[in-house]
Structures are given as structure tokens and as C-alpha cells.
């Protein structure tokens, strides 16, 4: 194995390096325009099934480069609002069936 070329199974964790507050700003105002899309949603915001997962692993892995408080909390929310939303979704989909 090269010197250059690193190991697949290396298991020590090298600390990643902290990202600018530009990009902590822009991924604030990402997450926090979500949080305000759900919020103010009455159905859920995304008809793709597949685009719903995309967001919600979007702002999963974007809540990691704040800070850690902040970003817990804003995932909480983020959270019980698709929480809330799924529900709608769910009911409707009963009231559908019956």
C-alpha cells in the first residue's frame, strides 16, 4: 500500500475539519426555510415519496455542521412537524380505505 493511498479499514477517526461560518450560515438558513416549509405545510409539502426521504436525510446529515445544541434542537422540530405531517398522511390514507 502506497504512502499516499489510505487504509480501507483504518479505524482511527481523524477530526474533520470545521466548516467555515459561511457554510454553517448557508446550511442554517437551509434547515431553518425547511423547518418554516413544515411548519406551515397542512399536507405534506413533497408528493414524492422518494423526494420526502431526500429531505429529510438532507437536513438529518445538513444539522451536523452546526452546533451541536442548535442543531438538535432544530432537528427536534423538524422531527415532530414530519411526525405530525406523517400522521395527516396516514389518515387520509385510512379515510381513503374505508
Given at each position: 500500500?502506497?504512502?499516499a493511498?489510505?487504509?480501507?479499514?483504518?479505524?482511527?477517526?481523524?477530526?474533520?475539519?470545521?466548516?467555515?461560518?459561511?457554510v454553517?450560515?448557508?446550511?442554517?438558513?437551509?434547515?431553518?426555510?425547511?423547518?418554516?416549509?413544515?411548519?406551515?405545510?397542512?399536507?405534506?409539502?413533497?408528493?414524492?415519496?422518494?423526494?420526502?426521504?431526500?429531505?429529510?436525510?438532507?437536513?438529518?446529515?445538513?444539522?451536523?455542521?452546526?452546533?451541536?445544541?442548535?442543531?438538535?434542537?432544530?432537528?427536534?422540530?423538524?422531527?415532530?412537524?414530519?411526525?405530525?405531517?406523517?400522521?395527516?398522511?396516514?389518515?387520509?390514507?385510512?379515510?381513503?380505505?374505508?
Open positions: 500500500m502506497s504512502v493511498q489510505s487504509d480501507l479499514f483504518e479505524t482511527s477517526i481523524r477530526p474533520a475539519e470545521a466548516p467555515s461560518e459561511e454553517v450560515a448557508l446550511v442554517r438558513a437551509r434547515l431553518q426555510a425547511t423547518l418554516a416549509l413544515v411548519k406551515s405545510a397542512e399536507a405534506m409539502p413533497w408528493s414524492d415519496p422518494l423526494a420526502v426521504i431526500r429531505e429529510d436525510n438532507a437536513f438529518r446529515f445538513a444539522k451536523g455542521v452546526l452546533p451541536p445544541d442548535e442543531g438538535a434542537r432544530l432537528w427536534a422540530e423538524f422531527d415532530a412537524e414530519m411526525d405530525r405531517l406523517y400522521a395527516i398522511a396516514n389518515a387520509g390514507a385510512q379515510q381513503g380505505h374505508s
